[in-house]
């Protein structure tokens, strides 16, 4: 509703709108998306060196001009933006003055120094017209009459309003509940979502199944309840195998439905058929290998592997030039079959989390898809990685229902794939959790879901995540 108060913004929210509609229609060409992604890029180096700090020195020998294609030849010259550039120089990165932004926002700041990142008008209609755009594919499934909770971290974070806003573009009810805040809790977020009664939830993973834990210890059942149709989740690694469990135990539709982080924001959203997409209109993306910052080539099949680097296509409070997120992903080709016409993104995890498991290394998403395929109906699990007598050993603890119902877990399988894939005895123990199992929004995938007993040293996001978990209200 602001952009009525300000003619040039609502010009450009229309604009904005009419190309990601465009776009999610198939209506753009190839060279016209590579036309776009080009400009902006420019647009965006020449934008941060004129207006922040950092960029202004970081960027000091780079002309905007003199990159004429979006390749990785070219690209090479600029260089990266890391994580500790933005932790050291803090609001120096950013490109506009505080007062410019309508909100502010920050990292967590659990494992480092929180950095700040405000988003100015610009900033939201983007990001809010791409996710519009996008789940809009998702919702009209469940028709008009919906009502969605939004649970997040923190009200620093920008899971609420970006969520309430783009709901609130698809004619779609919101109630906001933190059930970590003392305000709110567990309690009363579940009698929220069951007289509401909502039908759809954005949360993490790891809250979708602490709330489901409530809800029976409250002696409610989850699908019979409550009426939610769609989880919407987001904030953590998820594999596939993981989502679909949540969707059994709470009867619904569940979807990976963002890829984003505090500082560059929106990088993928999920569509209809459940495919995490790039929103290509927002961002430029890059794959490297972790290890040299050269390009990835793609394989036979068009899929590159590798840690993600994204440039900023708008120019808002805080625009990041070939940024390092510290993302390991499969990005895969565009295809005229899906739901969307964009590259496709599998998250495989932060690039420091991959584990060398029985001399196989494995990323936290490959693991967790090995381990889950088979169990269903459990409400939570974490892995315990032992070494014992030299040789590497899995522990896999789940939490089920106390009634049992719908729990299914075929060890022998679970074994057999472990075996085949890793070459490592797996074991099986049942029982209640502990709160570092939700830390993962707040930490990592590794510090609220791996125990590794090998490492002689303390793991310090591993302190980190129980710090939190001690601190949460239960």
């Known amino acids: 509703m602001f952009t009525v108060f300000n003619e040039e913004l609502a010009k450009e929210a229309r604009e904005i709108r009419d190309r990601h509609q465009a776009f999610a229609a ?70 506009l003055p505080l007062s410019k932004a309508w909100i502010f926002y920050e990292t967590t700041g659990t494992t480092g120094r929180s950095t700040p990142c405000p988003r100015n008008n610009t900033d939201s209609l983007h990001n809010n017209t791409a996710l519009t755009v996008y789940y809009d594919t998702i919702f ?15 009200e620093l974070h920008a899971f609420g309003d970006t969520f309430g806003d783009v709901c ?44 489901a834990k409530k809800a029976y210890a409250a002696g409610l059942h989850p699908r019979r309840d409550f009426r939610l149709d769609v989880l919407m989740c987001t904030g953590e690694l998820a594999s596939p195998s993981l989502l679909d469990n949540i969707g059994e135990v709470w009867g619904a539709k569940v979807y990976n439905a963002l890829y984003a982080s505090q500082e560059a924001s929106v990088m993928g959203a999920a569509g209809a058929d459940g495919t995490l997409y790039t929103a290509p209109l927002l961002n430029l993306y890059e794959v490297i290998d972790p290890d040299t910052g050269l390009a990835v080539e793609p394989g036979p099949d068009g899929v590159r592997t590798g840690e993600l680097v994204v440039t900023s296509l708008y120019q808002g409070s805080k625009p990041l030039v ?25 998250v495989l995890g932060r690039t420091r989390d991959t584990l060398l498991i029985g001399g196989n290394r494995i990323s936290g998403y490959d693991l967790e898809e090995l381990l889950l395929t088979h169990p269903r109906g459990y409400l939570d699990y974490q892995i315990v990685i032992d070494a ?44 209640p959790l502990g709160g570092v199992t939700t830390t993962g929004a707040m930490v990592s995938w590794k510090a ?7 490492p002689a040293a303390p793991d310090a996001e591993r302190a980190a995540a129980l710090a939190v978990a001690g601190g949460r209200a239960q």
């Open 168 to 211: 609130r573009n698809l004619g779609h009810a919101v109630a906001k509940m933190w059930p970590h805040s003392p305000m709110v809790g567990y309690d009363r977020a579940l009698e929220t979502l069951r007289v509401l009664p909502a039908t759809g939830l954005f949360s993490t993973p790891g809250m979708a199944l602490s709330l």
């Open 322 to 346: 070939r940024y390092r997120t510290g993302d390991l992903v499969r990005f895969g080709p565009a295809a005229a079959d899906r739901t969307l016409p964009a590259p496709t993104l599998e």
């Open 140 to 154: 009209r499934q469940f028709g008009d009459e919906q009502v969605i909770g939004v649970s997040g971290p923190t």
């Open 388 to 431: 014992v007598d030299g040789r590497d050993e899995l522990t896999l603890h789940f939490e089920t229902p106390p009634d049992g119902e719908g729990v299914r877990i075929d060890e022998k399988a679970i074994a057999a794939a472990v075996r085949e894939r890793l070459d490592v005895p797996v074991r099986f123990e049942y029982g």
């Open 26 to 95: 198939g209506r753009w060409a190839d060279a016209e998306l590579a036309d776009h992604q080009l400009r902006e890029f420019r647009r965006t180096v020449a934008y941060v060196k004129a207006n922040s700090p950092f960029y202004a020195r970081h960027l000091a020998a780079i002309d905007p001009d003199s990159v004429t294609a979006a390749t990785p030849g070219q690209l090479a010259s600029v260089p990266f933006t890391a994580k500790d550039d933005l932790r050291r120089e803090f609001e120096n990165v950013l490109s």
């Open 448 to 454: 609220a879901r791996v125990e590794d007993r090998r």
